[in-house]
């Protein structure tokens, strides 16, 4: 007889069980694994206690997007640590009174890796003043850089900026008093995949 609508779902049940049999059993045990976890090994009692530990010259991700997302008690927490010399990769830097501009009012900053300046007119002040070093990157590459840091690869070629000063190199990353180049960007590797230049990023 011909088939019949049903006649798939029975055809592949048998599969879904096999499946269900070999990985539930996975997601089972890693659920009782985490329902184990001491809450007090992930929870502090202020933003402060927080960052206490967060040493001089760290590296840190910090999330959101423009203002929305932002971790306003962190950087909170951060700010009064005084902390300084950090490295901070974020979409951008907030604004001048907001979000990470007051650590950059501090002085707390020493390089943004972003991939926007955005209304931050401290930013920018601090940049062309030669302050602050600057990486910008383009926003997919910057995703993907810190997915790839995640996920343990060390690096990634992408078509994104093949051809721009990005390839090249000699992009400043920090500019002197006179305003010329005192730290510049490094050339990226290049290779061409199916007719296509792609260059490589490194992991954050």
């Given amino acids: 007889r011909p088939l ?9 049940l048998p599969l879904v069980r096999a499946s269900w049999s070999q990985y539930g059993a ?11 976890t001491p809450a007090s090994r992930k929870l502090y009692p202020s933003a402060q206690a927080a960052t206490r530990d967060i040493p001089a010259n760290a590296k840190l991700l910090v999330g959101g997007f423009g203002l929305c997302g932002i971790p306003e008690a962190l950087i909170q927490g951060v700010l009064d640590s005084g902390v300084t010399g950090l490295t901070v990769v974020s979409n951008n830097c907030g604004v001048d009174d907001f979000g990470l501009g007051r650590l950059l009012s501090t002085r707390q900053i020493k390089r943004m890796i972003s991939s926007y300046v955005g209304e931050n007119a401290e930013f920018e002040r601090q940049y062309l003043s030669g302050e602050l070093e600057v990486e910008l990157v383009p926003q997919g590459t910057l995703a993907e850089r810190l997915r790839a840091g995640g996920a343990g690869i060390p690096a990634f070629f992408t078509p994104t900026a093949a051809g721009t000063i990005l390839q ?7 500019f002197d008093a006179r305003g010329g180049t005192q730290i510049a960007s490094a050339p990226r590797e290049s290779r061409v995949f199916n007719g296509r230049l792609y260059i490589m990023e490194e992991a954050i």
């Fill in 4 to 12: 019949r609508p049903g006649d798939l779902l029975i055809m592949l």
């Fill in 26 to 36: 996975r997601l089972s045990c890693f659920s009782t694994v985490a329902a184990s």
């Fill in 168 to 174: 090249s190199g000699g992009f400043p990353i920090k």
